[in-house]
C-alpha cells in the first residue's frame, strides 16, 4: 500500500528564514510519482512539482527547491529566503503509473511566516 | 483558459439528506477526480472519471457516487448524509490524453464546502 508522511504538523518561522519541508513515502511499485502542492487560506490546490521515480536530479526553482532521495525515500521541499506569501498548507503526494490520476496525500504541512 | 469551476461553493445540509456538487473541468480535460478533504482524515481520493467511465476509486462507502457527461463534466453525489461528511470536496481535472498513458497533472478547483447539521 502507498503513504506518505509529512511528520511536521506546523512549521512557524520568521520572514527570510530558510525551512525545509519533509516527505517520506512508502510504495511497492517501481514506477510512480511524487508532487508537492500549496494550499492557501482560498482553499485551491496549486501544483508546485513533479518528480518521477526515475529522475533523482534535485530541482531547483527561484526560491524552492526540491530533494529526491530514493535511498531514504523521502522527497523534502525547502523555501529559501521565506516571505510571508509563503504561508500556507504544503502537501506532499504520490501516485502510482498505473493508477495515475490516483494521488496519495500526505497529512499537509501547516507553515506560517511571521513577519 | 478557464479552470475548473465547481458549484455550489458552500453548502449547508441536514443529516439523511442527499447533495449534489458539480465540477467543470478545465476545456479539453477529459479526466476528473474527487477527493474529500477533512481535518481528521486529510486529503483522500473518491474516484475519478475518464470519458464518462469510472476508472478509478477510494475506500468510500456506496452512498458516495458520481458520473461524468460527455461533455466531461462531472457530478458527485453523497446520500443519507451524515455529520462526518462535512468536508471540503476538491474536484480536479487533467487531460490524460490516451486512456493508459502515464500521469498527467491535475489541476483543481476551489472545492464545494459541505456542511452537515
Known amino acids: 500500500a502507498q503513504k506518505v508522511t509529512q511528520a511536521q504538523t506546523e512549521i512557524s518561522v520568521v520572514e527570510k528564514e530558510d525551512v525545509t519541508l519533509d516527505c517520506v513515502y512508502e510504495?511497492?511499485?517501481?514506477?510512480?510519482?511524487l508532487f508537492w502542492y500549496k494550499q492557501p487560506p482560498s482553499g485551491e490546490l496549486v501544483f508546485l512539482i513533479r518528480?518521477?521515480?526515475?529522475?533523482?536530479q534535485n530541482e531547483i526553482s527561484g526560491r524552492y527547491s526540491w530533494n529526491f532521495q530514493k535511498s531514504t525515500s523521502s522527497f523534502n521541499f525547502t523555501i529559501t529566503a521565506s516571505q510571508v506569501v509563503d504561508s500556507a498548507v504544503y502537501f506532499c503526494?504520490?501516485?502510482?503509473?498505473?493508477?495515475?490520476?490516483?494521488?496519495?496525500f500526505g497529512q499537509g504541512t501547516r507553515l506560517t511566516i511571521n513577519p | 483558459k478557464a479552470g475548473v469551476t465547481q458549484t455550489p461553493r458552500y453548502l449547508i445540509k441536514t443529516r439523511g439528506q442527499q447533495v449534489t456538487l458539480s465540477c467543470s473541468p478545465i476545456?479539453?480535460?477529459?479526466?476528473v477526480s474527487w477527493y474529500q478533504q477533512t481535518p481528521g482524515q486529510g486529503l483522500q481520493f473518491l474516484f475519478e472519471?475518464?470519458?464518462?467511465?469510472?476508472?478509478n476509486k477510494g475506500n468510500f462507502p456506496g452512498r458516495f457516487s458520481g458520473r461524468q457527461f460527455s461533455n466531461s463534466r462531472s457530478e458527485m453525489n453523497v446520500s443519507t448524509l451524515e455529520l462526518g461528511d462535512s468536508a471540503l470536496y476538491l474536484c480536479?481535472?487533467?487531460?490524460?490524453?490516451?486512456?493508459?498513458?502515464?500521469?498527467?497533472?491535475?489541476?483543481f478547483g476551489p472545492g464545494t464546502r459541505l456542511t452537515v447539521l
Open positions: 510504495t511497492r511499485d517501481t514506477t510512480y510519482y
Open positions: 472519471y475518464f470519458s464518462e467511465t469510472q476508472r
Open positions: 518528480r518521477n521515480s526515475f529522475d533523482e
Open positions: 480536479a481535472s487533467s487531460l490524460a490524453l490516451f486512456r493508459e498513458s502515464s500521469y498527467n497533472e491535475q489541476f
Open positions: 503526494a504520490l501516485s502510482e503509473a498505473r493508477g495515475a490520476q490516483k494521488l496519495v
Open positions: 476545456s479539453g480535460h477529459r479526466s
